[in-house]
């Protein structure tokens, strides 16, 4: 856990950079209906979450400079003895005193009759439109009604200012304890990675390994995965958002897994891809050792002054160089990279920030020049090549996906790759695999794949025995 004086430091800094005379607000996610009466697991508002630490729903943030009865105010759920029977404990008024840190806080169906009155004579709203439109509009009929007591002496906020811009510049610089959670989440995923490629086999499902993933981290602390896990096999790893998982894992396929845990809100962004059966082939092997030296050349250009940029035109050169030495590409790598051709084999770019969300916030460029690396960053380095069903390569080379994933932080003399736990070269992932298909696979895997492949060997068993008494029958006639 984050300890409540960064949260408090945060909206100290936050402040600062505020005018006077000005209020800054802030609403949580909404509750999310999946079905009928049944929500999805609730999960607070990413920036609301950096600035409080507070996880309930139906909540709204205040900041008010200068405010002689508290800068910090919480509109928040009061506590109720019978809903917190149905639905779980709440903090109520008093707990987010307590235990949250705020100076002052009312009941959220207040917040009608109290919040307009915090807003009077304040000049400026730091808030972003267009995240919760329900509030946007709730927001705007609280300006009116203050528009309408400008007889009375009362004066509306006559400009709104964008929360983000601050707030994102702030969010994209790790603090330690931050990093903690980060290393948390990361650790936790690698050993989930360890996992499957341990128990990776043919005639297993995609969801199968997915689910595997899930339970190793949920089993040791974090609770949410950080995204919908993808996990393609074969063809379906030249799908970079491929989602279904639900093909059967074929001997002779690569497996790639782009899956993290989550932890106390912290997202980890792990891609690993491995043979089904537990052996690179000779195509695979090129193409793989070809994406891990272009992970390899974008690492090493993270560090302090350094601009964002810098990672993908070294996976860039490394991958289309590698291309053409193995006949994919033809022509000079120069000119290849200035028209863009690798692009039919890798056509995303080589990472993105990582922190409270998967793909956290903070601008990629400034003045519009690429943005200068700095201590305290966190950002991922995913470079990969997929050759889907084209046509314009040999078939040997074809319907085969891979992508390389690390979390890399900027550190002040250079970098620190915090999912370094995961095996990534072809002759870790071949080694651990093939322990993990020595002795009972049995013994590594959780009870619902047990079962699935206990019916499986059972059907098998069946088979053989009518093909055995086929035979006799066979023989006697």
Known sequence: MIDIKEFTRRRKNLMQDMDADSIAILATAGEQVRNRDVN????????????????EPEAVLVLIPGRKHGEYVL????????????????????????????????????????????????TRVYYTMGIHTDFDQRLMGWVNQLKQKIRMGVNAPGEFVALDHLLHEMRLFKSLNEIRMMKKAATVSCRAHQRLMKICQAELYEYQLEAEFIHECMFNGCRDLAY??????????????????????????????DAGGEYQGYASDITRTYPVSGQFSTEQKALYELVL????????????????????????????RGLVRLGLLKGRVDKLIK???????YMHRTGHWLGLDVHDVGDYK???????????????????????????IAKKWRNIGIRIEDDVRVTRGGHEVLTSNAPKTVAEIEAIMASGQTGNIEDKISEPVKKTMAKKKARKKTASKRTTLRKKSIRRK
């Not at 272009?294 to 490394?318: C, D, F, R, T």
């Not at 690396?373 to 084209?390: F, H, K, R, S």
Request: hydrophobic residues 35%; negative net charge.
């Open 40 to 55: 999805y697991a609730f999960r607070p508002d990413s920036d609301f979450l950096y600035l409080t630490g507070f996880w």
């Open 75 to 122: 509109f928040c759920r009061e506590k109720d003895e019978t809903q917190e029977v149905w639905h779980g404990r709440r903090a109520g008024q008093e707990g987010v005193l307590d235990s949250y840190g705020a100076d002052d806080s009312f009941p959220i169906t207040d917040i009608d009759e109290i919040l307009p009155g915090l807003m009077e004579n304040k």
């Open 228 to 257: 919908p896990s993808i996990v393609g096999s074969g063809e379906n790893g030249c799908i970079l958002h491929y989602t279904e998982n639900n093909r059967l894992l074929s001997s002779g396929d690569l497996v790639l897994v």
């Open 293 to 320: 030296e272009a992970q390899l050349a974008a690492i090493e250009m993270v560090y302090p002054g350094s601009h964002w940029n810098a990672p993908h035109e070294a996976a860039v050169k490394v991958i289309t």
């Open 339 to 345: 028209d863009e051709a690798y692009k039919a084999f």
């Open 366 to 392: 400034v003045d519009n020049e690429w943005r200068m690396l700095e201590a305290g960053m966190v950002l991922t380095i995913e470079p990969g090549i997929y050759t889907g069903d084209n046509r314009r």
